[in-house]
């Protein structure tokens, strides 16, 4: 290692220096920043960055327990200049550690799939691809019909996506539980960007929070975002995947939204269906390793 780093608890203090050294991480800039005091109040994670000898951060990493198995690693980043030298190793490390500790037995994390200095990192870490993934986003556009990304007319769906019922929850977890959607996934949902196994009292608390939706094609979590919805779980088959997709759409133009973002499991007919439907997709890894 070019120079020496010592990993500590991150501080209010470090913020600033974080939030200039992550400024351009991806050419949309980052979320880091803006995350950052938050996760210093929240109980159920840790935020660590590296320090040069002045006790200067040069790299940041969160970690956080999902259940009381599973940790979650996000928001690595070490300072542009410093790469290559061991620091994003030894962040990684440490917050493996802190989730050992505290009796987690699953560590994972999100990569894209263009990402490859992450998956190199994280294979050489000992961490293998658990899930594929891809999220698909769009902006709606108010008012129907509109003009589909091929120049045709969109085509309104034949299906009305309404809110269920907490005796639907039951129905929507045999059918997810059963079916390809949930192998592919390996039971894994993402809650915001974090992943963790699905259960089903997560589809009850979606139920009762009014967050489960139906119909005849199948079953959506929805989750509110600024200006739209985050779709988590999608249930449904191969030959019922567009007619969804497409009452997905109609609810979202009738419900006002700006956009619309959905996760699927890599499963080619889902993946399509989302195509078919304009959404821009964004292949993703979830890795995972035993600690
Ligand atoms: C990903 C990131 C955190 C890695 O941090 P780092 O300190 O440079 O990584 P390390 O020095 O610990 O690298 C360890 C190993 O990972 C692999 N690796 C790291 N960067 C790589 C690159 N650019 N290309 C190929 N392999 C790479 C190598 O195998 C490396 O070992 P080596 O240097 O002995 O060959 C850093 O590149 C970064 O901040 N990227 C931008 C933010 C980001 O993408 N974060 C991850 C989001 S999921």
Not at 8 to 13: L, M, Q, T, Y
Not at 32 to 44: G, S
Not at 265 to 277: C, S
Request: aromatic share 8%; charged share 25%.
């Amino acid at each position: 290692m070019d120079i020496p780093v010592r990993i500590r608890d991150a501080r209010r203090e470090d913020r600033d220096v974080v939030a200039e050294f992550t400024a351009s991480t991806f050419p949309w800039g980052d979320y880091v920043a803006d995350r950052f005091l938050d996760w210093l109040e929240e109980p159920d994670g840790r935020l660590l960055v590296a320090v040069d000898p002045t006790d200067r951060p040069v790299g940041v990493i969160r970690v956080e327990l999902l259940s009381p198995e599973e940790a979650w690693l996000h928001a690595a980043r070490v300072h542009p200049d410093h790469r290559r030298m061991g620091i994003g190793t030894a962040l990684n490390r440490a917050a493996c550690r802190w989730a050992a500790d505290r009796g987690a037995v699953i560590v994972r994390l999100l990569v894209e799939n263009w990402n490859t200095p992450a998956r190199s990192q994280v294979t050489k870490l000992g961490f293998s691809p658990a899930a594929s993934w891809v999220w698909g986003e769009k902006s709606v556009a108010d008012g129907a019909p509109r003009v589909r990304a091929n120049g045709g007319r969109r085509v309104p769906s034949e299906e009305r996506l309404v809110r269920s019922s907490r005796s639907e929850a039951e129905p929507a977890w045999m059918a997810y539980s059963t079916g390809p959607l949930a192998a592919a996934a390996k039971m894994l949902k993402p809650f915001g960007w974090s992943f963790r196994t699905m259960r089903y009292p997560d589809v009850v608390e979606a139920a009762e929070e009014g967050r489960l939706w139906q119909c005849p094609s199948g079953w959506v979590i929805a989750d509110p975002t600024v200006d739209g919805w985050q779709v988590s779980w999608l249930v449904t088959t191969d030959l019922d995947a567009d007619r969804i997709v497409r009452a997905l759409d109609d609810r979202a133009v009738a419900s006002g939204l700006r956009n619309l973002l959905i996760w699927v499991p890599q499963v080619p007919w889902a993946v399509e269906a989302l195509e078919r439907a304009s959404f821009s997709l964004h292949p993703a890894t979830v890795y995972a390793r035993t600690l």
